[in-house]
């Protein structure tokens, strides 16, 4: 079964810097970009960024409003994949999602279409004073 | 990347159909075909519905489908079901970001 499991979440107090991780099972995670998505208690969703695959650089793109205050990375070894977040403020409570980019492969080369086919259950980041 | 701009809310009686905008803002929805459409239930994880503007993947209803005109995207929801009442939310690739639109609440 194709998962994503997050954990790391809980009560931070204000200004520290925890990690999120996100682990993958049932698929080549190597092979996929994954983004990280969060959502404020009674808000819409915020997308915070994503890591491409290896094979495309396993380079990183961030929200303009977080470039700065986050780094995401990938361990392919492990299957996980993190959410540093640094100096956290009261609105970055929130639920954080792991997702998984679609792509279709079968064809001569893969065909992403830049959306989310597999996302975790989230777990919840509560910023504290 | 300012938000995606969606009504808040929307409703229709069961069976009926119901149709959620999605205005990007120029750099987004009008310059690439990479429009996807997520359904939320209360306390639940999003779910994918339509990728590539008009694509549903294996398991979504017919019931369901994309379109889109110029800067603006579009979900229809046809012949509602109690349980489709939930958030909506639209998502497009914008180069080296992304943007989700403020959400739909739908009712049925």
């Known amino acids: 079964e194709v998962q994503l499991v997050e954990s790391g979440g809980g009560l931070v107090q204000l200004g520290r810097s925890p990690r999120l991780a996100c682990a993958a099972s049932?698929?080549?995670?190597?092979?996929?970009?994954l983004s990280w998505v969060r959502q404020p208690p009674g808000k819409g969703l915020e997308w915070v960024g994503f890591i491409r695959s290896k094979l495309y650089g396993g380079t990183t793109e961030y929200a303009a409003s977080l470039k700065g205050r986050v780094t995401i990375s990938r361990d392919d070894s492990k299957s996980i994949v993190y959410l540093q977040m640094n100096s956290l403020k009261s609105e970055d409570t929130a639920v954080y999602y792991c997702t998984r980019d679609f792509v279709q492969y079968g064809g001569s080369k893969p065909h992403f279409s830049y959306a989310m086919d597999v996302w975790g259950r989230g777990t919840t980041v509560t910023v504290s004073s | 990347q300012s938000a995606l701009t969606q009504p808040p809310s929307a409703s229709g009686s069961p069976g009926q159909s119901v149709t959620i905008s999605c205005t990007g803002t120029?750099?987004?929805?009008?310059?690439?075909?990479?429009v996807s459409w997520y359904q939320q239930h209360p306390g639940k994880a999003p779910k994918l519905l339509i990728y590539e503007v008009t694509e549903r993947p294996s398991g979504v209803p017919d019931r369901f489908s994309g379109s889109k005109s110029g800067n603006t995207a579009s979900l229809t929801v046809s012949g509602l079901q109690a349980e489709d009442e939930a958030d909506y939310y639209c998502y497009a690739y914008a180069g080296n970001e992304r943007v989700f639109g403020t959400g739909t609440k739908v009712t049925v």
């Open positions: 120029g750099r987004d929805i009008d310059f690439y075909k990479y």
């Open positions: 049932g698929f080549n995670f190597g092979d996929y970009t």
